[in-house]
């Protein structure tokens, strides 16, 4: 679900990508719906790509923003979340094993912001809701 929206360092907001030129992507801003170019050399960042560090496997960004919206339901008030403690407050009943040495402040506040652009275009289901796979059985050659 995330993997179309892009984070473009340098330039404020998300993208949706929309098409690919010759040597460059079409991106369109979440906010503003503007169509632009994006080039090799812009650092693009894959919202689908992006995990965060726990104290066991990293969580997928989709995952922690599923989370919040299960719990929320909504677009989050940043004025609530000003302080180191409120982020890590808010954060630990989000994702309770975050690696708080390799979270920074920084980025749950980009989380926070994130998740709301997300909202505010109407995105809100984050996680593809999983169809029961069929179990995988090897068909091993019966022994004489």
Known sequence: MLK?????SGKPGLYRLVS?????LIVESLQTKKRL???????????????????GE????AQVF????????????SKEYKTEDQLRKFFSEILPDYDEE???????KKIISWYNQLVDAGI?????????????TEEKPAEA
């Open 124 to 136: 809100t289901t984050f996680v593809a809701k999983e169809e029961p796979a069929a179990e995988e």
């Open 58 to 61: 990293e969580v997928p960004l």
């Open 20 to 24: 690919q030129g010759k040597n460059m």
């Open 102 to 108: 390799r979270v920074y402040m920084t980025d749950i």
């Open 66 to 77: 599923q989370t919040i919206y299960d719990k929320e339901g909504q677009k989050l008030d």
């Open 37 to 55: 170019p994006a080039y090799a050399h812009d650092k693009l960042v894959s919202l689908g790509d992006i995990a965060i560090y726990t104290t």
């Open 4 to 8: 179309t929206v892009l984070s473009i």
